[in-house]
């Protein structure tokens, strides 16, 4: 059985994916249901959603980990281990992976080059930050952020790393990593600098070189290009379930995080949508995906004892839940 760990916010992100990978193969838990729990079923569990605990809701997820993998379950993405996004692009930047650097918005940033842009360290959404071109500017809109009621604890001053695959025209590729297979999976093109699904699909279909872009998306999967540089960044960064969001750059690949926790969407509304053109291969992928992780299950029966001196308090709270309903 694989075990899906998220935070209560953001199961929905396995919506999809459990009644496709079968939930006789897997189910999800939330961690405040985990943290409660005194025994728990052995086999294989994800931890995700790192970013968005606390650093005491993280300690009590390592704990959890700790005693389920002593008592011969399988972990991936192990919360002791696991880098989070600042000491992620640090490291990766150290490692020579990539030529761009972060620092905690309320240390005194001053980056080593312009432009630069401010996130959320905790969470995933970006939006459209601007690009802020000089230290001056930076100190301004740091202190523009606390004058309106923002703390810079929890922020992040990241120096821009981009490049235009045609003039207007920007990538942003993406690649899975699950138990030690690494999976070329999609090619996104947009107008904007933060890359996403493209709104707009007429004015990209009528690109001149749309044609080179859908022809550069199947090279990029079928020949899972890429993979060396990925997986060596996600064993630096102690992730052994995820996907990781990157662009190439002077002809490498400049990763700008990776995702434990990413979205698996409902294949009857994607390929009922997707452009034609791109159906078998990102099916291709998909399968893929979903193969790795199913390789994952560790078919162990039995239960593991939590007994933790940290997590015993909420232990003593616990009250069976219903089981979730699952709707289509």
């Given at each position: 059985?694989i075990?899906?760990?998220?935070t209560?916010?953001?199961?929905?992100?396995?919506?999809?994916?459990?009644?496709?990978?079968?939930?006789?193969?897997?189910?999800?838990?939330?961690?405040?249901d985990?943290?409660?729990r005194?025994?728990?079923?052995?086999?294989?569990?994800?931890?995700?959603?790192?970013?968005?605990?606390?650093?005491?809701?993280?300690?009590l997820?390592?704990?959890v980990?700790?005693?389920?993998?002593?008592?011969?379950?399988?972990i991936?993405?192990?919360?002791?281990?696991?880098?989070?996004?600042?000491?992620?692009l640090?490291?990766?930047?150290?490692?020579?992976?990539?030529d761009?650097?972060?620092?905690?918005?309320?240390?005194?940033?001053?980056?080593?080059?312009?432009?630069?842009?401010?996130?959320?360290?905790?969470?995933?959404?970006?939006?459209?930050?601007p690009?802020?071109?000089?230290?001056?500017?930076?100190?301004?809109?740091?202190?523009?952020?606390?004058r309106?009621?923002?703390?810079?604890?929890?922020?992040?001053?990241?120096?821009?790393?981009?490049?235009?695959?045609?003039?207007?025209?920007?990538?942003?590729?993406?690649?899975?990593?699950?138990?030690?297979?690494?999976?070329?999976?999609?090619?996104?093109?947009?107008?904007?600098?933060?890359?996403?699904?493209?709104?707009?699909?007429?004015?990209?279909?009528?690109?001149p070189?749309?044609?080179?872009?859908?022809?550069?998306?199947?090279?990029?999967?079928?020949?899972?290009?890429?993979?060396d540089?990925?997986?060596?960044?996600?064993?630096?960064?102690?992730?052994?379930?995820?996907?990781?969001?990157?662009?190439?750059?002077?002809?490498?690949?400049?990763?700008?995080?990776?995702?434990?926790?990413?979205?698996?969407?409902?294949?009857?509304?994607?390929?009922?949508?997707?452009?034609?053109?791109?159906?078998?291969?990102?099916?291709?992928?998909?399968?893929?995906?979903?193969?790795?992780?199913l390789?994952?299950?560790?078919?162990a029966?039995?239960?593991?004892?939590?007994?933790?001196?940290?997590?015993?308090?909420?232990?003593a709270?616990w009250?069976?839940?219903?089981?979730?309903?699952?709707?289509?």
């Amino acid at each position: 059985m694989i075990h899906f760990v998220t935070t209560r916010p953001h199961g929905t992100t396995l919506r999809f994916l459990i009644p496709r990978l079968g939930r006789s193969r897997c189910r999800d838990w939330y961690y405040d249901d985990v943290f409660r729990r005194k025994k728990l079923p052995s086999g294989t569990w994800i931890f995700t959603d790192h970013e968005r605990l606390s650093p005491f809701e993280l300690t009590l997820a390592a704990r959890v980990a700790f005693h389920l993998e002593r008592g011969g379950a399988r972990i991936l993405n192990h919360p002791a281990r696991v880098l989070r996004r600042f000491d992620l692009l640090r490291t990766l930047k150290a490692a020579g992976i990539n030529d761009f650097s972060a620092w905690r918005a309320e240390s005194s940033p001053k980056p080593d080059s312009f432009p630069v842009f401010i996130r959320n360290e905790y969470d995933h959404w970006l939006g459209d930050p601007p690009l802020i071109p000089d230290q001056a500017t930076l100190q301004a809109e740091l202190a523009a952020l606390q004058r309106s009621g923002y703390p810079l604890v929890g922020k992040l001053v990241i120096e821009y790393a981009g490049e235009e695959v045609s003039p207007g025209v920007w990538q942003r590729l993406q690649t899975y990593h699950i138990g030690g297979e690494t999976i070329a999976h999609t090619n996104v093109m947009d107008f904007k600098w933060v890359a996403k699904d493209v709104k707009d699909m007429k004015r990209l279909e009528s690109h001149p070189l749309f044609d080179h872009f859908i022809a550069k998306e199947q090279e990029f999967i079928s020949k899972n290009l890429y993979a060396d540089v990925l997986s060596r960044a996600f064993e630096l960064a102690g992730i052994d379930y995820g996907r990781a969001d990157f662009a190439i750059v002077n002809g490498k690949p400049q990763i700008y995080e990776i995702n434990t926790n990413p979205y698996h969407g409902d294949h009857e509304a994607l390929f009922r949508t997707i452009h034609p053109r791109r159906a078998a291969i990102q099916k291709y992928s998909e399968d893929l995906v979903e193969k790795a992780l199913l390789k994952t299950d560790l078919s162990a029966d039995g239960t593991v004892k939590i007994k933790d001196p940290m997590l015993q308090r909420y232990q003593a709270w616990w009250k069976p839940r219903p089981e979730p309903v699952w709707r289509p």
